[in-house]
């Protein structure tokens, strides 16, 4: 038997494999406990799947038709080098994914930068994210999701949950709040929807969609009236104050109440119940930040937060962020992002730049500068970026806009997918190149508290696969910079620790054998024999000053006008049975049998208005495209909203690709709907 992890969300709950397949939860890792929700239950069913690749493809007379290794790299590298030869270095584009290791997370900002000389590399995690790192970062300058160790919410005797379904999303998460409520703990939960989390709580406020701002800045408002504030702590542990405090002087109760559709009883109790809890904690998650301003409604809550004195205060008491995606948080530290290098160190940075390029052995000046987002890369394919190589990421499905971007990948000179199976963006490309699974490989992830995990090798990859470790090296080889590219995956995370010591995620003191011992290390990590740090902020924010920074944020109304064509709002999330685009889980017998198609929530108002019946087809329209789905009639949503699941293809055709200013994530959780019958254009 092997001890390993899931290979989907950031939970990363501990499996233990054997030979056969066969799959149980860890009852000795400390953060599931033993338990697994439905996803990782059926996560080896994958492994045999019969539509998995084995073979590479190559598009051959409009075809994918199977090709040897060598005919398939040699393709890709000549594509690559006509492309550079004639448009210059950035004509090779980059796209990487939240699942990656963390060896293949350094390795490909590394291949961008050292094996192409490219500027063009962004990933999928652009899209989940990047608006809580980047208000992270600025507010307490490190962006680690949960600043303590997930048990501790346990501890908390108020946690208010901000677009985050932990029952539904992360299920093992659960016993931690319902230990806490066990407790006599008061969770409160922000949603549109009264989702599985939501019925659970205490209480549900079900803001209106994009409003979240309005909602935090209108709950300080009642703090400060009120005297709840943390005088001292703001004194002694920030800067920023008095900005924040005159900024929300007119976010009065009733014009709160207008704006989020909370009633003002309902916003008064929640801050009451906030500033009076010894402990407690706010923890946001997509639902407050994929929005075209997420940076600013993260950094909403976290002034929330800040006034009550809650970060760094005692444990269980903080604001955090919940990730997403399996490595969402190690896949952000080592160099995907277009801006940043392993170690979360700067591309901009001239002392960064240096410490960097000295660990991989080139000179600095050879480093590219920062390059676009991840929506902005996939803009730019078929005019400035000629060749694309996407790994771990299906954006066909999961990107805005979703029909733009097919149409952008088909421009390309040469589109290069690397996966296991023929997932929608696969099925356009020129080149797919067939990757290991999770159970198939060593390797390191970091989950959502910044603990570092070891993946490990439970079974033998089947003929004809091959890591993508090996692919980057061998394409590199080709382009005369293979020497820069070890393949055993150990060796990979040891340069890994170099390239990140002293910077803000550091894993120098992280071994493969510390791992292996037991070792439960979170970073930063700055030697062997330091323990790791499970706390932040106990004595200090890692800013240049000590301190936390309030920045001033306004509501500046729902992205997208409401009009007469398109009445209603759009929201999108997950289900409890599928997972990100779904090419995985849509491929699993037992979860596709659980949850078949695509559906649409709706409040039977809504649905009486609109001409629906429960179980009947919807047509739903915005201004960039339309998708039917099977209506499900709920009581717990709101009636302006409509919520779709955003598993299958299509739903993105709907939403926004409107950016916001500092981390460019798309605006994926509010656009306006127009709502009808399936049949009814
Ligand atoms: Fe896997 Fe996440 Fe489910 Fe745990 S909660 S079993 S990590 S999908």
Redesign the pocket.
Not at 169 to 173: E, G, L
């Given at each position: 038997m092997t001890d390993t992890?899931?290979?989907?969300?950031?939970?990363?709950?501990g499996?233990r494999m054997g030979p056969d397949r066969e799959l149980t939860?860890r009852d000795d890792f400390p953060v599931?406990l033993g338990?697994?929700?439905?996803?990782?239950?059926n996560?080896a069913e994958l492994l045999t799947h019969p539509g998995r690749l084995t073979t590479p493809l190559v598009r051959d007379r409009g075809a994918l038709r199977p090709a040897t290794w060598d005919a398939a790299l040699d393709r890709v590298a000549a594509a690559i080098t006509a492309a550079q030869d004639e448009h210059g270095p950035d004509a090779v584009g980059c796209f990487g994914g939240g699942g990656l290791t963390n060896e293949k997370a350094y390795q490909f900002g590394k291949f961008a930068r050292v094996g192409l000389g490219t500027a063009m590399i962004d990933y999928n995690g652009r899209f989940c994210m990047s608006s809580a790192a980047a208000a992270a970062n600025r507010a307490f300058g490190i962006d680690r999701g949960l600043p303590f160790p997930l048990p501790d919410v346990a501890e908390a005797d108020v946690v208010l949950l901000v677009g985050s379904n932990p029952a539904d999303?992360?299920?093992?998460?659960m016993r931690w709040f319902t230990a806490g409520r066990e407790r006599g703990a008061r969770h409160i939960v922000v949603d549109p929807r009264r989702t599985a989390t939501a019925a659970l709580a205490d209480a549900h406020l079900a803001a209106v969609p994009g409003t979240d701002i309005a909602l935090a800045n209108g709950l300080l408002h009642i703090a400060i009236r009120d005297r709840l504030i943390d005088e001292n702590y703001i004194a002694e542990r920030t800067t920023g104050w008095e900005a924040v405090r005159r900024a929300v002087r007119s976010d009065w109760p009733d014009r709160t109440e207008r704006i989020t559709g909370v009633p003002v009883a309902d916003l008064e109790a929640t801050v009451h119940a906030l500033a009076g809890a010894e402990r407690a904690m706010i923890l946001t998650a997509r639902g407050a930040e994929q929005h075209a301003d997420g940076v600013a409604t993260a950094t909403a809550w976290i002034n929330l937060a800040l006034a009550l004195g809650l970060p760094g205060r005692d444990t269980g008491s903080g604001w955090a962020t919940v990730t997403g995606q399996?490595n969402g948080q190690g896949g952000r530290e080592h160099g995907q992002k277009a801006d940043q290098l392993p170690g979360y160190r700067s591309l901009a940075n001239p002392e960064h730049r240096a410490f960097v390029a000295d660990v991989w052995g080139v000179d600095a000046d050879e480093l590219p500068a920062p390059g676009v987002s991840a929506y902005e890369l996939l803009e730019r394919c078929g005019t400035d970026v000629r060749v694309l190589l996407l790994a771990a990421s299906n954006p066909v499905v999961s990107a805005p806009d979703a029909a733009r971007v097919v149409e952008r990948l088909g421009a390309l000179d040469l589109l290069v997918v690397t996966d296991f199976v023929l997932s929608e963006s696969a099925r356009l490309a020129d080149v797919v190149l067939p990757t290991t699974q999770f159970a198939e490989e060593d390797g390191t992830l970091t989950n959502l508290e910044g603990r570092v995990l070891r993946r490990r090798r439970a079974l033998d990859p089947p003929d004809g696969v091959r890591s993508e470790l090996d692919i980057w090296h061998d394409i590199a080889d080709r382009l005369g910079r293979g020497k820069f590219f070890p393949t055993d995956p150990q060796d990979v995370f040891d340069e890994l620790r170099r390239a990140s010591a002293g910077g803000v995620a550091d894993y120098a003191g992280i071994s493969w054998e510390r791992l292996d011992a037991g070792e439960q290390l979170f970073w930063p990590c700055p030697s062997e024999e330091h323990p790791g740090t499970p706390r932040l902020f106990a004595d200090r924010f890692p800013t240049p000053d000590g301190r936390a920074r309030f920045v001033a944020v306004a509501h500046r109304g729902v992205t997208e006008r409401l009009e007469r064509r398109f009445p209603y709002l759009l929201t999108t999330g997950r289900s409890r049975t599928h997972?990100q685009s779904g090419a995985q889980t849509r491929r699993s017998t037992a979860l596709d049998t659980a949850e078949p198609e695509l559906y649409a929530e709706l409040h039977p108002r809504l649905a009486a208005a609109t001409g629906i019946s429960d179980g009947e087809g919807v047509r739903l329209t915005t201004r960039r495209g339309s998708v039917v789905a099977r209506a499900r009639l709920v009581d717990g949503i709101r009636t302006d909203t409509v919520f779709l699941p955003f598993h299958w293809a299509g739903v993105n055709d709907l939403t926004s690709p409107r950016l916001d200013p500092t981390s460019r994530m798309p605006e994926f959780k509010t656009c306006a709907v127009a709502v009808a019958p399936a049949g009814v254009e």
């Open positions: 992890h899931c290979p989907y969300c950031s939970l990363q709950c499996i939860g599931n338990g697994l929700c439905v996803k990782g239950a996560a999303t992360m299920p093992p998460a399996g997972y």
